[in-house]
């Protein structure tokens, strides 16, 4: 494996996984609209070798296919899967140990090494000024550090084996922050180094931080995987990179000797900036909300270090890949977590966290009473409990009985569900609760609903093949598209506000009603552009499930209340964007026009295009 990021570029260059880009490129939009354009053509990493205003190196698109990402881990996957595996299923090592003793020395080998208290001579100081000031999309609040690996320890228990590494976005420069003393860290109170910086809170002290940027490719991934209980980020970047983690100690601060680059610091308890908007990737922006200020001790580069980034937006992109990896990883972790799941799919298409598909087991229901949900409602708790999933908005959870079902084919696990689903039975609403931070559908910051489809048994009804001819009669129900089968979309005038949709979907349910029962049609979506919901799935499930807010924008044909259950006939989902949502990515015309110099003729990047 790679001890350093510059011999994995090496490599996948010489393999064909790596252009260099020799002109002079802006990091002001520029290199983000350059990455997309690679990115979406399917292209390889990008090596950008003349930023504008640093004399560093950057690098995208490292990540940017699965089959890249498992070129680059080859030596050491088989081993990294073997070893989470015994974590997650420690009985298999006690079955057969000598099977398994190679894992277990593998593991043993991981573990970090501690070189010496001191600066490695090959790093210099530098400021952050020097940095490649990536700014992303045109209304980004300045520049981000988008892979970072944010390192803490537990002010408590000291040491590096009760350290968090994570990857929390960075604002380098905007807003409020004091270039070169500032920057701002994006990071909730439950995660790792929240939680960390509570207990340094407690104590009244700062909570030492290190930015580690670069280093092996291993590490960035470190960063962002959910590990078995127990097992660290470090010792897992050990064990993913073939060779253990060294660091050492300067001025009190951890400084990972692999890394290109090392920005250290403080957060002092209460100190916030507001950080923010940048493009996120649910494909809207994320805002401006107050985060925890960092200030800068020291920053630190490797000689000819290269700055790895990426950018995130509607999906799919980069992360799509990571969450890739990560799953063929991590897959089974959530089944030995949660007896009787079979199956978890955070949907990439729909921004990950908005949309959940789920297969489970249903043997609660004896034979002779008609066959409901029943454990897959406990299943879907234990899902809507358990770590990132936890997120979700919406949860479409099933049973595996007479046919086979992959979660991860979006048009058959749903036409599976709603020719199954009782609307008057099966759906179960969480109120007032929370939602991803990223997130602007709900009632506020991170607070919103959640909703669960279960369907198990026969099926109950055919679904519309085509727009059922009601909608032609129904007055102010514009340009009804088929989606899928059982769900059309339809467009009426814009969002306003919540008090004016009230009446308006209560006489858009009446008026269907009217007209008979509409048993083919389960699912109607009404939104700003039917013509873009019903052009691809991809589409379809990115607005519906990013622009609804479960307890706000359902609404039901002859909807009922039951002993404090809701139900319908039809649900009716308000997908139009709200005034109190985020604003969509939307990328600059003038720059997409700019940057095509690096596509022309004789450019760096002629071949991408032109193929």
């Not at 078995?228 to 951890?254: H, K, N, Q, W």
């Not at 339809?490 to 858009?508: A, G």
């Not at 308000?574 to 940057?595: C, F, T």
């Amino acid at each position: 494996m790679y001890p350093n990021l510059e011999q994995c570029l090496a490599d996948l260059e010489k393999n064909g996984h790596l252009i260099r880009i020799h002109e002079e490129v802006d990091p002001e939009l520029e290199m983000a609209a350059i990455h997309l354009k690679v990115y979406e053509a399917g292209g390889p990493a990008l090596l950008f070798e003349n930023v504008k205003g640093s004399k560093f190196r950057a690098v995208s698109n490292l990540f940017g296919t699965v089959e890249r990402s498992k070129y680059i881990f080859r030596d050491t996957w088989d081993s990294v899967k073997n070893v989470i595996s015994l974590r997650n299923d420690p009985m298999k090592a006690l079955k057969s140990p000598l099977k398994h003793i190679g894992t277990g020395l593998a593991a043993w080998k991981a573990l970090p090494i501690k070189i010496t208290n001191g600066l490695p001579a090959d790093f210099e100081e530098i400021s952050i000024m020097d940095l490649p000031l990536i700014k992303h999309w045109p209304e980004d609040g300045g520049a981000f550090v988008t892979l970072p690996q944010v390192y803490s320890e537990d002010p408590e228990k000291p040491g590096i084996m009760n350290s968090n590494l994570g990857m929390y976005r960075i604002q380098l420069s905007g807003n409020e922050y004091e270039l070169n003393k500032e920057i701002g860290l994006h990071y909730q109170i439950h995660r790792g180094i929240g939680v960390h910086q509570a207990k340094a809170t407690k104590q009244g002290s700062p909570l030492k931080v290190s930015c580690f940027i670069g280093g092996p490719p291993a590490h960035t991934l470190s960063a962002v995987m959910p590990l078995p209980e127990g097992m660290s980020e470090i010792t897992f970047a050990g064990l993913l990179s073939g060779r253990r983690f060294r660091y050492s100690y300067v001025d009190g601060y951890c400084i990972s000797h692999d890394a290109d680059f090392v920005i250290t610091g403080e957060i002092y308890p209460g100190e916030t900036k507001p950080e923010g908007p940048f493009g996120d990737h649910l494909g809207y922006y994320s805002l401006t909300h107050p985060f925890p200020l960092m200030r800068v001790h020291k920053v630190y580069a490797k000689k000819k270090s290269i700055f790895p980034f990426t950018v995130v937006g509607r999906p799919p992109q980069e992360d799509t890949s990571f969450g890739a990896l990560i799953h063929e990883l991590t897959g089974d972790a959530i089944k030995q977590e949660i007896p009787g799941v079979k199956e978890v799919h955070a949907v990439d298409a729909a921004g990950v966290h908005p949309l959940l598909f789920a297969i489970g087991s249903e043997r609660y229901t004896p034979y002779q009473q008609v066959k409901q949900p029943a454990e897959l409602l406990t299943i879907a708790n234990r899902i809507l409990g358990t770590g990132q999933v936890s997120l979700a908005k919406y949860l479409f959870i099933t049973a595996e009985e007479s046919q086979p079902l992959d979660a991860h084919n979006i048009e058959q696990f749903l036409t599976y569900i709603l020719a199954r689903i009782d609307l008057h039975r099966d759906l179960h609403f969480h109120t007032n609760t929370t939602i991803d931070t990223l997130d602007y559908s709900g009632t506020g910051l991170n607070s919103g609903s959640k909703v669960v489809f279960a369907a198990v048994g026969d099926t109950k009804r055919d679904l519309c093949l085509e727009v059922p001819g009601i909608f032609n009669e129904i007055s102010g129900v514009q340009h009804a598209h088929w989606v899928m089968p059982g769900i059309v979309a339809i467009q009426l005038s814009e969002f306003i506000n919540y008090d004016e949709t009230q009446v308006e979907m209560k006489d858009l349910c009446k008026a269907i009603g009217a007209r008979g029962a509409l048993t083919t049609c389960p699912l109607i979506i009404v939104c700003d552009d039917s013509h873009f919901m019903a052009e691809s799935i991809n589409n379809f499930v990115w607005a519906t499930f990013t622009r609804s807010n479960p307890s706000h924008d359902i609404y039901g044909v002859n909807s009922f209340y039951e002993n404090k259950h809701w139900g319908c006939d039809n649900v009716v989902l308000d997908a139009r964007i709200k005034s109190h949502q985020a604003p969509p990515l939307l990328l600059d015309p003038a720059v997409e026009k700019r940057i095509m110099r690096f596509f022309a003729k004789d450019a760096s990047l002629a071949s991408i295009l032109n193929k």
